[in-house]
């Protein structure tokens, strides 16, 4: 199943509903009038959230009285905020995929978002940016060592980093030695 939806300058966009980690998401973007809409011939909608718990989405049991014509709208900022909260999943995705079986632990996908999301907030209090050095700084902290920042000759790198410097993060980290990032 899947909804549409558009953006003010006429584009559309599908939300498939496949995974119930979607609606998750967007229930965190929907303005409360979206989420009344789209809840509205429901009761109760209880969804798996992805530490095993359920999320709950209360309805009025009615089909809404009025509903927007055409197809609903998005902000922009409701658009990007969707990306945002996937962003996460794509990189855990992208590693999985680049690195199989070679992950500590091998984690699933419900597994390795969370290491996934710390290292990202990790990577932004340094200012780490840009997709390369992005998963980058992410695959290392996942594959390395979760605080693999904290070395003093990474540290300094970090501190000498400039977003969208030539050679980025890379280059930034260059004279760490092999013997760090074996340690």
Known sequence: AFCDYALPDASEFFLHWYDSRILARVVQVWTPEQRARFAAPLITLRYALRDGSQGELAGTG???AARPQGIERFTPEQHQMLFDLDYPD???????????NLLPGNPDQDALVPRVQAQLDRARAHGVAGDKDTFDYVAW?????????????I??????????????LSKALEGVPDAVWDA
């Not at 902290?141 to 003093?152: L, N, T």
């Not at 501190?159 to 980025?168: P, S, V």
């Open 62 to 64: 009615r089909l809404p």
């Open 90 to 100: 794509k990189l855990a995705v992208q590693l999985r995929r680049l690195y199989p």
């Open 141 to 153: 902290g996942v594959a390395i060592s979760p605080r693999f920042d904290e070395h003093p000759a």
């Open 155 to 168: 540290a300094d790198g970090l501190r000498a980093y400039r977003a969208n410097a030539e050679g980025g």
